[in-house]
């Protein structure tokens, strides 16, 4: 019985959304020399890791790694665009050769995709009010803090927070920003990229308490694309070793490269 062409069509769709059934298409490193270009798939709406400059290039952190890492292939990057859901089936489905698009490493993504070296990471902290005296979880008993509900930052402070703090969970990060700046709480649980956003509206009014987690970002490759990913890595190791991801580091969240990226493999 023949399928109906329609619905194998649907099925195929359905199959690249979900990142399943459909064959990871690895990346062939001899294809992408002698063309001169890789396909990086990036996010540009995760401001400062991925963004649009006035023009409308695709720029910010994950961009200048791009750039760096073609370089370092001899090819030109050639950056497309992706967003969080699409992200590894663009990946699977042979539509970019590399992810460098904030790509958090987990257990989940290693069974679907191969993962480099971390390259950056994102830090979840708790700050508050400039010359407010908290430099510990036990710190925050009798204080107000913010979280955005259902986050890693909410499960953080939840996880460390004493008898007598008083949580206040909103619907996002922003809301609970909101709430900081308007002095509904004076402290809040924050990743630092976005507290670095907060920090140009708000300059020296706020600073980092305490951390409460970290999660490495690596470059990812469909699996099967082990000479792609043999040179990435040594890409990756060269740029923490020789200062460039620091210099981008710098540049784009006005810190060096963190440790725990530096030591994580």
Sequence with gaps: MKLNRRLFTA????SLA?????????????AI??????KVGMLVDFPPFGIQDASGTP???DADVAKA???SLGVQAQIVPVTGPNRIPYLLSGQVDVLVASLGITEERAQRVDFSAPYAGISI?????TGTEVAEPADLAGQTIAVARASTQDTGVTEVAPEGTEIRRFDDDASAVQALLSGQVNLIGLSNVVFLQVDKVAAGKFDKK???????????VAPGSDA???KVNAFVQTARSDGTLDEIHQKWLGEPLPDFVKTAE
């Design 210 to 220: 305490f951390d409460l987690s970290s999660q490495v970002q690596g470059i990812a």
């Design 18 to 30: 979900l990142g399943l059934a459909m064959p990871a298409s690895a990346a062939d490193l001899a």
């Design 33 to 38: 020399e002698s063309a001169g270009t890789i």
């Design 228 to 230: 792609l990913l043999e």
């Design 69 to 71: 890492l073609a370089e």
């Design 11 to 14: 099925l195929a769709a359905s």
């Design 59 to 61: 720029d910010g952190y």
């Design 125 to 129: 902290a708790v700050y508050g009010a």
